[in-house]
């Protein structure tokens, strides 16, 4: 029953691989998020999509690119793979509209490129 | 200088000791998020606030919007929260994070 789910929770590939983590939340949110941690441990929001349509697109690469096939789904697919992208990576969801806008995260995806 | 600002940076404190985390922001923002990331990785979510105080159990937040600042305080710590603690700040359609603030709690 857990509420954001991200696979796989671990991958470790080569440079200029292609890529894919996938997220699933099943509270019913309509607001979902990409985030990346660098090594630094600073975070840093990517992607919000809202009812699948985007809403925030930080300065990312246009190698990286989110797919939200339904509310309850938002895919993060990397071209090209490159040393930098190196980092973990979490979904995270929420419901626009209620009071809080609390955000609830998945586990994290940690990405390591050789 | 950062949009978002957390004091201290790294905190030691004895079990039971009253912590105060604070986060200084220099943007017009909606809401502010406090965060707390376990030394396993996971997140979760603490606060979400626009305005006054909020208290969960042992946690209090408030926020000054017209001061640009936010504090987090624990109250009779424990050493299961030793955790980064992280401020986001949520403005037009951008999310800015905080560098966190490490605390350790010690037994």
């Known amino acids: 029953d857990t509420a954001v789910s991200q696979t796989p929770k671990y991958l470790v590939t080569q440079m200029g691989n292609d890529k894919s983590i996938k997220c699933e939340q099943n509270?019913?949110?309509?607001?979902m998020y990409w985030y990346k941690q660098d090594s630094k441990k600073f975070l840093k929001i990517m992607f919000s999509?809202?009812?699948?349509?985007?809403?925030i697109n930080e300065t990312v690469p246009n190698r990286f690119s989110p797919k939200s096939p339904d509310k309850a789904h938002l895919n993060l697919h990397i071209n090209s793979l490159e040393l930098g992208d190196s980092a973990v990576y979490f979904c995270?969801?929420?419901?626009?509209?209620?009071?809080?806008?609390?955000?609830?995260f998945g586990p994290g995806t940690r990405l390591t490129v050789l | 200088k950062n949009e978002v600002e957390q004091s201290p940076q790294n905190l030691t404190a004895q079990e039971g000791e009253f912590i105060t985390i604070n986060c200084s922001y220099s943007v017009g923002i909606s809401a502010l998020h406090w965060l707390q990331q376990h030394p396993g990785g996971g997140i979760v979510s603490l606060f979400m606030?626009?305005?006054g105080k909020k208290k969960h159990g042992r946690l209090i937040a408030t926020i000054n919007i017209q001061e640009k600042h936010s504090s987090l305080h624990i109250t009779a710590s424990h050493p299961r929260d030793s955790a980064v603690y992280i401020c986001?700040?949520?403005?037009?359609?951008?999310?800015?994070f905080g560098t966190g603030t490490k605390l350790q709690v010690i037994p």
């Open positions: 986001a700040v949520k403005g037009y359609q951008k999310v800015t």
């Open positions: 999509y809202n009812n699948k349509e985007l809403i």
């Open positions: 509270l019913g949110h309509d607001t």
């Open positions: 995270a969801s929420s419901q626009r509209g209620l009071a809080a806008n609390e955000q609830f």
């Open positions: 606030l626009s305005s």
